[in-house]
């Protein structure tokens, strides 16, 4: 006996509305956002132009990607409205069992759209990943070679700039800053602004990963490699981000946070805090040196003290 | 049953009397709970499989709840940054390797011999082996609650995962079910591998498998490759742990970056793994629905092998940010752009196959019709993902978060619903209900989308993943609560599913053998199938079987044929 297979259309019709007007109510929402809702959909910018370049290049990706989200959705639902079962209608569909010029089509527009996204990415690469000349003079340098990757030094800027480095360490559950002159700072980089600061990336327990979501891409922070990272920052301001790769149970709380200040500010705050670790460090010594002298006094009575 | 009575022997030729066959130490078959401990019979071996992956899938996502209840409002208290460590690794580890993996397996020890006319596995003892395996490694990892769950995350990347930093049980609880379960699956794998190439009915050659055993295939193939790769790497992490090694321990001359390498050359197929016999699943679905043969047959069976190809040479696009050259990572780049081509054919036939058809709305058709608009939602952003310029904004947020639930949930675990719907009634000879089925598709369908769509959102605004807290001043707040609610949705339309299963499993409508008009040869027999499956085994002209088996009895009788299985006891048809 025949089964009643096919349900009366008015079950499905609603549903597939309301899938309809959810998808559209997407695409609306993201087609109308203003641009103050644009980072919704995109990543963080503004900082530095390697975020820049990084956004502009997804956004090209997302374009391409809401035309293929378009199409496959659009085909899908619409096969799925247009070709439900019909109360009376045929019980069997079109025995097709494939086509192959549509079949190699999709394959090759497939591909090719793919080849076009290559190219894209490799126009784009070389703005995110070299670091940008230096726009201010008079800031130290090191002309260092990276064994581990190619990130290439950047170019001396006009006046002759260059620009600055700074060693990071990732420990549970901080990031360590050494400046060039020796100064060193902990959870938060002081930094000048409209400079190319070129970050070696170290770690001396478990991996952690650098990330300031405005100055572009994180890298990881990997024991025993030196890993490389740059932003320009074009404004004053403090620019927060975090940890990005489990580190243990602080992980959450590994934040860092960059403040982009005038360069004489800059200068200030590095011999401001070369001085106070010179000062506390000779403070240290001292106190080591007391402390060396009364336990060895100690130990010589309680040697005295045991002879007798 | 062995006799003496040489009357009732069979006569050989010439009249002569036939060898005699006699059976020493025949025992009863164990009755009750026994007869499941001890079976070996690939349909029971199948069902025991089903309950125990979707006791672990409950388990994982209660695990995922109280990580949303967290996450619904920053400076949350529910949980300790430890306990919240210990949920991420322990959600993530049995996701996969106590539920998307072995349920897959499920499907297959169930469906393979049915769908390929055989009357058990190859190896039945292994087949039973595999399945205790899996059994015991999930207790092994799940004892771990007892002392210290793992809190490295389901990846356990070194020196995270070292002793000095993890001292406790719960990393070594984690070796042990990688271990297990790998060697379950390993010994499972082969056991597909020699039935599907050995045991197929007569006249069923490769072109004319059906799809989803294609894919159970080359889902074995790709276990087989991938999984010694991460027994080794886990047994150097024991040794590191333990006796004193250095493999992973840069302090001693190793190399924490070989941990990486190691685990994702097996993770990323494993990603294939997870999802291919999905796609199988829906391959055999979408036509019995939409009264249509598969459209492009062939072009799926290759995209199969393409892409678990394929998947084998994408493995360092996990490690984008690590200290690698360029020209590596376009490498990496370039073959994942690679796998978009196959998987794209994929829902492009799916679509094709539903065009033109006469598409009957039951509840099987709903789960398979929404892991293509699903999927293509992680296969873009997996896309955007590969482009490693890109990637390096959103490696490690909740961006990658979201883009592998579109493919792990919204394609394998939405296809596994799917599967379940349409096997459910072949299982137990009991139909589940429509309307439960259906509300439990729409509240997990909507669920799905709140808890996952706003977290492309809350990564690239900087939310990183694995942090048990996050700042009020990242702008978060919001996607997070949506997401939290989302989850909770999602989760009571799970419960639907498990509800309606386990109502139907008593009081279900009676199925029937063939309830969908199905196109391969499980629905030949009766629901559930007898022991040994096939009385006679049907000689198989096509990809579809049934279709061509129920055209010769309208030819034959003059009738249409409804339901044609094998008649009970019948001595063949």
Redesign the interface.
């Known amino acids: ?3 009643r ?3 009366p259309r008015r ?2 019709t609603p ?1 597939l509305v309301v899938l309809l007007a959810i998808v559209a109510g997407l695409l609306v929402a993201l087609v109308a956002s203003p641009a103050a809702l644009a ?6 910018s503004g900082g530095s132009p390697n ?1 820049d ?2 956004d502009s ?2 956004k090209i ?2 374009y391409v ?1 809401i035309v ?2 378009l199409i ?2 659009g ?3 619409w ?2 409205v247009k ?4 109360r009376g ?11 192959t010029p ?2 190699l089509g ?2 090759v527009g ?2 090719l759209i ?1 080849v076009v ?2 190219v894209v ?1 490799f126009l ?2 070389g703005d ?2 070299n670091p940008a000349p230096s726009g201010k003079a008079e800031l130290a340098s090191a002309a260092g070679q990276f064994a ?3 990130q290439p030094n950047p170019p001396t800027g006009e006046d002759g700039a260059k620009p600055l480095e700074i060693d990071v360490n990732g420990q ?1 559950y901080l990031w360590r800053y050494t400046y060039p002159n020796g100064a060193f700072s902990y959870h938060d980089l002081t930094v000048p602004v409209d400079t190319t600061v070129v970050l070696k990336l170290s770690a001396s ?3 952690h ?1 650098w ?1 300031i ?1 405005k100055f ?5 922070a ?6 490389k990272a740059w932003f320009k920052a074009s404004e004053t301001g403090d620019y ?14 590994m ?1 860092a946070v960059v403040h982009v200040v005038a360069e004489g500010e800059y200068q200030d705050f590095i011999e401001r805090k070369k001085d106070e670790i010179e000062t506390a460090g000779e403070e240290l010594a001292k106190q080591r040196e007391e402390r060396e002298q009364a336990d060895s006094g100690e130990q010589g009575n309680q040697r005295q003290t045991e002879n007798q | 049953m062995a006799t003496n009575d040489a009357a009732a022997r069979p006569a050989g030729l010439n009249g002569a009397l036939a060898p005699e066959v006699t059976m020493h130490g025949l025992q009863d078959e164990p009755k009750g709970w026994l007869a499941w401990l001890t079976t070996t019979d690939h349909k029971k071996i199948g069902i025991m499989y089903f309950v125990a992956t979707f006791v672990f899938f409950i388990l994982g996502g209660v695990e995922a709840l109280i990580m949303r209840a967290q996450l619904a409002q920053p400076s949350s208290t529910l949980v300790s940054p430890e306990t919240y460590n210990g949920l991420v690794s322990m959600h993530g580890t049995t996701m996969i390797f106590l539920f998307v993996v072995p349920v897959m397996a499920a499907f297959g020890n169930y469906l393979v011999p049915l769908m390929i006319g055989a009357r058990d596995m190859a190896f039945p003892r292994l087949n039973a082996l595999s399945l205790w395996l899996l059994v015991f490694g999930g207790i092994a990892f799940y004892a771990s609650l007892f002392f210290e769950p793992p809190q490295a995350g389901w990846t356990s990347y070194t020196p995270l995962s070292d002793d000095a930093y993890m001292p406790g049980g719960g990393i070594d609880a984690w070796i042990f079910l990688i271990h297990l379960t790998g060697l379950s699956s390993l010994v499972g794998a082969i056991n597909f591998v020699a039935t599907i190439h050995n045991m197929r009915a007569p006249g069923m050659s490769w072109g004319r498998m059906p799809l989803f055993v294609w894919s159970i295939l080359v889902y074995s193939y790709l276990l087989i490759a991938a999984l010694p790769t991460i027994a080794a790497a886990v047994t150097m992490l024991l040794a590191d742990r333990h006796f004193g090694t250095a493999f992973f321990d840069p302090v001693g001359g190793g190399d924490p970056m070989l941990w990486q390498h190691m685990f994702w050359f097996f993770g990323h197929p494993e990603v294939y793994i997870m999802i291919l016999p999905a796609f199988g699943i829906i391959s055999e679905i979408l036509p019995v629905f939409s009264r249509k043969p598969i459209f492009g047959y062939k072009a799926i069976a290759a995209a199969t092998v393409a892409i678990a190809f394929l998947g084998l040479l994408v493995w360092a696009h996990h490690m984008f940010t690590t200290p690698t050259s360029t020209v590596v990572l376009i490498f990496f780049m370039l073959s994942s752009f690679a796998i978009a081509v196959p998987t794209g054919i994929k829902i492009f036939n799916w679509i094709a196959t539903l065009w033109k058809g006469s598409i009957v709305f039951k509840t099987p058709l709903y789960f398979a019709a929404a892991l293509p608009a699903l999927f293509v939602v992680g296969g873009i952003s997996g896309v955007m993902l590969a482009v490693f310029p890109v990637d390096w904004q959103l490696h490690d947020t909740y961006f990658v978060v979201a883009h592998l639930h579109y493919v792990l949930f919204g394609g394998s675990v939405f296809g596994i619903f799917a599967g379940v719907y349409f096997w459910f009634p072949k299982m137990t000879g009991r139909m589940m209900s429509e309307g439960l089925g259906k509300l439990s598709f729409w509240v997990m369908f909507v669920g799905f989308n709140l808890t996952f769509l706003v977290q492309h959102s809350a990564g690239l605004s900087g939310m990183p993943r694995r942090i048990y807290d996050y700042d009020a001043a990242l702008g978060v707040s919001d996607y997070n609560l949506i997401s939290t609610i989302g989850s909770f949705l999602l989760g009571i339309g799970v419960l639907l599913t498990v509800i309606n299963a386990l109502r139907s499993y008593r009081h279900g409508k009676l199925a029937g053998n063939d309830p969908w008009k199905g196109n391969t040869l499980e629905w030949f027999v009766q629901s559930p199938p007898p022991a040994n499956n096939f009385d006679v085994v049907p000689r198989v002209r096509s990809v579809e079987p049934m279709k061509d088996i129920r055209r010769e009895i309208a030819k034959t009788t003059g009738t249409p044929a409804g339901s044609v299985a094998q008649p009970v006891g019948s001595a063949g048809w």
């Open positions: 006996m025949i089964p297979a096919l349900p079950s499905s549903r980072d919704t959909f995109t990543p963080e975020a370049a990084i290049l997804y990706i997302l990607a293929i989200f496959v959705e085909t899908l639902i096969s799925l070709y439900r079962a019909r209608g045929p019980q069997e569909g079109a025995q097709i069992h494939g086509n549509l079949e999709w394959t497939a591909a793919l996204l290559t990415t784009y690469l995110i990943k581990t990757i190619d549970q327990d478990v991996i990963s990330w979501p572009g891409g994180k890298m990881d990997v024991p025993g490699y030196t890993n927060i981000g975090q940890c990005a790769e489990l580190c243990g149970s602080g992980h959450a709380d934040r």
